[in-house]
């Protein structure tokens, strides 16, 4: 989905919610069923949306289970909100007809569709088909993100290194985890802060390719997430240390660095993603070692857990 096509439909979305009748009744529940909607139909398109009857049946139940958790009042708020915005951005048969191609208004206007029948399709299904033991929650803050809500992210993966040291340069490659305990603002934007554990071989500056050095990095990292449907984006920076198999003392350094992944639906309490990641780090003199630069990326796994 591009940037134009979301902005276009969020405001008006946005708008209705914050009407005094919406938060009278429950605004909280609607923008948390909202979110989940967009996730979910913007989860499947990504995936090559074709055939409406196997889209749909591909998301009903991850669908049906946020519109069990949500309130008969979030329910109708969200419907009404749907139907204007989709009313609002036209027909995208006619769109597609006038343009003659798919432009981004019907690419709105046909993603807004997909989200009405969508939720018209699961609250048929409420009276009959939700779980007795589940209950509605006013102010339901949805199940496709950490919106308002603690987590514990699990996040690993591995990378190649590069190091400059007095002006010789080597490299290596490694991996490594990290923990992150975080909280989600808004379904947006989410602060997570923890500790991580890297290492990795290097060819040894000055020798041959078959001599290496074992370096470990500890940290401490701070990441700012955003996100944006299917997509997130972290910015961090980290207060670093690095340490080696043959010579334990510690140099000292900070990180900056960046990040962006693609996430799935909810598994259980898991919101899985996976992406690429590179950072920057610098050494200060310490440690009984010189200034070092290190730039270091590769692939990462996350497993955002939701206690």
Request: proline fraction near 5%; charged fraction near 25%.
């Amino acid at each position: 989905m591009s940037v134009r096509k979301r902005t276009i439909a969020l405001p008006l979305l946005a708008a209705l919610l914050c009407s005094p009748l919406a938060f009278a009744d429950d605004c909280e529940g609607a923008h948390g069923l909202l979110g989940d909607i967009e996730r979910i139909i913007a989860g499947e398109e990504s995936e090559g949306w074709f055939a409406d009857t196997e889209a749909f049946g591909a998301i009903d139940e991850p669908l049906l289970e946020s519109v069990c958790r949500a309130t008969p009042e979030a329910r109708a708020i969200a419907l009404a909100t749907l139907r204007t915005s989709r009313n609002a951005a036209g027909d995208p048969r006619q769109l597609f007809r006038a343009a003659g191609e798919l432009t981004d208004e019907a690419e709105t206007a046909l993603t807004l569709d997909r989200q009405v029948r969508a939720l018209e399709r699961a609250l048929e299904r409420v009276s009959d088909e939700c779980p007795f033991w589940i209950r509605p929650d006013r102010s339901f803050r949805g199940l496709q993100s950490d919106r308002r809500r603690f987590t514990l992210s699990l996040e690993t993966g591995g990378n190649l290194q590069l190091r400059e040291t007095e002006g010789q340069w080597t490299f290596g490659g490694g991996g490594g985890g990290r923990l992150l305990p975080g909280y989600g603002l808004d379904g947006r934007y989410s602060v997570l802060f923890g500790v991580e554990l890297a290492g990795g071989a290097m060819v040894r500056p000055g020798t041959s390719a078959s001599q290496f050095v074992i370096n470990y990095f500890p940290a401490i990292p701070l990441v700012f997430r955003t996100r944006q449907l299917t997509w997130h984006y972290d910015i961090e920076t980290a207060a670093v240390s690095l340490f080696q198999a043959d010579d334990t003392r510690v140099s000292f350094g900070g990180r900056i660095g960046g990040a962006f992944g693609f996430s799935t639906l909810r598994r259980r309490n898991i919101l899985p993603w996976a992406g690429v990641a590179i950072a920057y780090e610098h050494y200060v003199r310490s440690g009984g070692r010189a200034p070092a630069h290190f730039v270091r990326g590769g692939l990462r796994v996350g497993l955002p857990w939701d206690p």
